[in-house]
């Protein structure tokens, strides 16, 4: 069958009133539960899959699209207003929309959040048609020797995520990855650094480490603060112009992070936040004024913004075209295509085309509908910051404690929470970036298992590593992107 | 020998790298693979030992805003405790009282402490907040939150 004609059908399906209709539900309460504590698009989509009963199923899975898009745009909102990541694809996210928001330029900071998310996912939709049969096949080839030069090269943003000492930034990193060797080995089953403690065996959840480091810690530095006005220009908080220097800022990144995004979107396990990172990293590096990040930059937050979104849409290769969920996120989205008897694989866009492009199609219409439905929200949310300081604080405190007890259900996180918030307290008053900790926390995990499962392959032997072009690759582009900044600091030194 | 922050600092970082490789060597090993779980604790527990020796000896390269960041006034860091122990109480309590009860306490008495003076507000906010988001949570989301002494 042609894909023109199976587009086309896709099309009317999708911009049906009825289609329209499910789309602006989906996002409106995508981004809604988005933006509750320690909820991401995981729980949005599940909280959705009984609406679907009884649905249409193109209709239903229109209506999923809508959620999911909503709810990474949600999450984005309490990194940029709160320093309050709820889902790690947006951490990345609050290294520069926080200070931003800080400066009294919040409702600016959402609004380049839209445009960028909006940028990201339209440009990766059409990638994503034009070749999402062909893509689906490249990342299966994805070997463990390839993943981990990929995770590689996403850890070499450390170097770069530093402010002055890069020994402090390495030795953030380090102790991040140590706390994501505690828990039961997958591979040998082995209990490591648990104490033989029960809440320790599934290792520290994701959540506390980052709502303890970021949230936590800043809440510590607000009430140093409480006093002292620095929110000075109370009144435009909700302003969303963006000057014409600013958007040609936004210009750049936005170009190139949609296909990075997109690109690193379609390998199962790397995802946004992967993406999220190293569009972060490439576009500190080619920057002319790459000290303006981390400062409130319109390129540092376009960047993990245009590349999250590019990789949500990049997920979709390999769960439509071959049926593998890539992602926890996709994995429950696989749940919700199987609940309305639909079977993603390579036959589903030769049998249920109508379906196929119908999803391709709302993706379209959900990326509109999410900018025409917040953009005009944005001055009511960034009201948050008008909250006194004293009321905020609490209110920070209960949101991060609900988050965190709303995913493990056990105090003892609460307490391991208060404890990651100490601890991101004290490395922000000697000088240890938090950033790496949580990259190498992220990227740890998957970094040892592909390194291990590569080795087992090989009968440990290192030449795996550069064996296949792929990884040699990644390897040498890590290495390379780890030694540059350095030496570019001796010589400013010299 | 300690005068440098980053002495200090690389001290306690070797004790932490020292007890996290004595327990990495002592990790029981699996016989079927000789890729064990403990090769890449090893690696780290190494590479921290090294970095912070590294930390000890280079020149601290702080400026003076770093410095001062850490200058904390005394009444600060009590508030800071003080807020530490209400958010320990309030854990130890939220499975005892229930999330509503102990919520709107926390943050009437939390923000009360930090200098909210409007009881009035204060005392609507922590009510509807905690109300609002337990029916969220439990009627719409389908997710318990401890219920505690509450009917409801």
Not at chain 1, 143 to 167: C, D
Not at chain 1, 180 to 207: H, K, M, S
Not at chain 1, 240 to 268: C, N
């Amino acid at each position: 069958m042609g894909s023109i004609e199976g587009i086309m059908t896709g099309f009317q399906t999708a911009f049906s009133l009825e289609g329209i209709m499910f789309v602006m539900i989906g996002v409106l309460v995508g981004t809604f539960i988005g933006m509750l504590p320690g909820l991401g698009p995981i729980s949005a989509i599940a909280v959705m899959i009984p609406i679907t009963f009884g649905m249409d199923p193109s209709t239903g899975l229109i209506m999923m699209a809508g959620v999911y898009y909503g709810a990474v745009f949600g999450g984005s909102t309490s990194s940029i207003l709160l320093n309050a990541p709820g889902i790690s694809g947006t951490v990345a996210t609050s290294f520069d929309g926080y200070p931003m928001a800080q400066q009294g330029k919040a409702g600016k900071a959402l609004a380049i959040a839209a445009i960028a998310s909006f940028t990201g996912g339209t440009v990766s939709v059409v990638l994503l048609m034009i070749m999402a049969p062909a893509l689906a096949s490249v990342a299966i080839s994805f070997g463990p020797p390839a993943y981990f030069g990929l995770m590689l090269l996403g850890l070499t943003a450390i170097a770069s995520l530093s402010e002055g000492s890069t020994t402090k930034a390495l030795i953030s990193a380090v102790v991040g990855f140590m706390a994501v060797t505690i828990g039961i080995d997958p591979q040998t089953g082995t209990q490591r650094f648990t104490f033989g403690n029960a809440n320790l065996f599934e290792g520290i959840d994701f959540l506390v480490i980052a709502l303890g480091l970021f949230a936590i810690a800043e809440v510590g530095k607000l009430i140093i603060a409480r006093h002292d006005d620095s929110l000075s220009d109370k009144r435009n908080v909700g302003s969303l112009k963006i000057t014409k220097e600013e958007l040609k800022d936004m210009r750049g990144p936005m170009s190139r992070q949609s296909f990075v995004g997109f690109f690193l979107g379609v390998l199962p396990g790397a995802g946004a936040t992967i993406a999220s990172f190293i569009g972060y990293i490439m576009e500190k590096k080619i920057a002319k004024k790459p000290e303006e990040f981390g400062k409130g930059s319109v390129k540092g937050l376009t960047a993990p913004e245009t590349a999250n979104n590019a990789a949500t849409s990049g997920a979709f290769v390999p769960l439509l075209s071959l049926g593998i969920p890539g992602s926890g996120t996709t994995a429950v989205l696989l749940g919700a295509f199987l609940v309305l008897g639909v079977q993603p694989g390579p036959l589903l866009m030769v049998e249920r085309p109508e379906i196929f492009w119908g999803i391709i199609a709302s993706m379209y219409l959900g990326n509109i509908v999410l900018l025409v439905l917040n953009l005009p929200l944005i001055p009511y949310i960034s009201k948050i910051l008008n909250i006194p300081r004293p009321l905020l604080i609490a209110l920070v405190i209960m949101f991060s404690m609900i988050g965190v007890y709303a995913i493990s259900f056990s105090t003892f996180d609460l307490y391991m929470l208060v404890l990651f918030g100490v601890l991101g307290f004290l490395m922000r008053l000697f000088a240890f970036p938090a950033p790496p900790f949580i990259l190498a926390f992220i990227l740890g995990g998957m970094l040892e298992q592909s390194f291990r499962q590569s080795l087992s392959i090989s009968n440990g032997n290192f030449m795996i590593f550069l064996e296949s072009p792929i990884s040699l690759t990644l390897i040498i582009l890590s290495v390379l992107s780890f030694i540059f900044p350095l030496l570019k600091l001796r010589k400013k030194k010299a | 020998m300690l005068r440098t922050m980053n002495r200090k600092i690389s001290l306690i970082l070797l004790a932490l790298a020292a007890f996290y490789l004595v327990m990495t060597y002592n990790l029981p090993a699996y016989t079927y693979t000789e890729i064990d779980a403990d090769m890449v604790p090893k690696g780290l527990g190494w590479l921290l030992v090294f970095l912070s020796i590294v930390l000890f000896f280079i020149k601290d390269s702080e400026t003076e805003e770093q410095r001062e960041r850490r200058n904390i006034p005394k009444k600060e860091i009590i508030t800071l405790l003080a807020v530490t122990g209400m958010i320990l109480l309030y854990i130890f309590l939220l499975e005892i009282l229930g999330f509503v009860a102990v919520t709107a306490l926390f943050v009437f008495f939390c923000s009360w402490f930090l200098g909210y003076k409007k009881f009035i507000t204060n005392a609507i906010v922590s009510i509807v907040f905690p109300v609002v988001l337990y029916m969220l949570f439990t009627q719409f989301l389908r997710i318990e939150l401890p219920q505690g002494i509450l009917p409801f």
